[in-house]
């Protein structure tokens, strides 16, 4: 997950939601999922790790199962924690370096708790292969999903699901979700839901964040003014 303001948590719906596809794989009935689906849309609690075991609580405020993404409000801020700004996807170019920020699954088996500290976080980096817009493919898991996409090298495991996924500059352009179905493309590739899906979210239901463009229009460089020379009267010999 991380920050789009100083209050707010972007992060991949499939990382804070039970989904009716993970019901019917576990073999529910449909009573049995109709329980399970009344339980969890009003018991569940969420918490955003600080460093080890310090939490923040946090409150689910909408998600998309379809383009996997949610939007999380922090019940208080983390001063130590800075936001990151959005790029739109729009003008991301095939052959661009990214980044994938996270905590794959084979280094998160060594914690327990969710003790983790920023020096935990792992970066992985390749490039943007194709920005390929709306498209449908499956998870490895045979989920279906239709949403923006950008195909990328980044090796994106289980535990980097939800994290950002930036450029040179640290902008975010997309969520890492993980390698689709090697029925659907290469499995060499994986897959980030492109960030713009999110603006337009946050756009459509009010909420703040901060874009590349904005971050570049606040560098002004200013030169001090030359100021004239003060003319010294003289008087005629």
Known sequence: ????????????????RFTEYEANQYGYTLE?????FGLLKTEPTYSVTVERDLTVGA??????????FAILKLDQPIPTRKYLTLR??????????????????????????NDYTIDDVTVKGGIVSKVQ???????????????????TTCNISGGDSGGPMVDQDGNVIGISIASPSS???????????????????????????????EAEAAVVVTEAPTEAPTEVPTEAP
């Open 1 to 16: 997950a991380f920050l789009i303001n100083d209050d707010y948590v972007i992060t991949a719906a499939h990382c804070v």
């Open 32 to 36: 049995e999922e109709n329980k399970v």
């Open 59 to 68: 409150t689910l405020i909408n998600y998309s199962e379809n383009m996997d």
């Open 88 to 113: 739109d996807s729009a003008s991301v170019k095939a052959g661009e370096n990214v980044y994938s920020v996270g905590f794959p699954a084979y280094y998160d088996e060594q914690h327990y708790d």
């Open 133 to 151: 817009g709306m498209s449908e493919f499956s998870y490895s898991s045979g989920q279906k999903m239709k949403m923006d996409v950008l195909t």
């Open 183 to 213: 029925n659907d493309v290469d499995a060499s590739f994986y897959i980030a839901s492109a960030i713009d899906q999110v603006m337009r979210a946050c756009d459509n239901l009010g909420i703040e964040y901060h874009t590349a463009d």
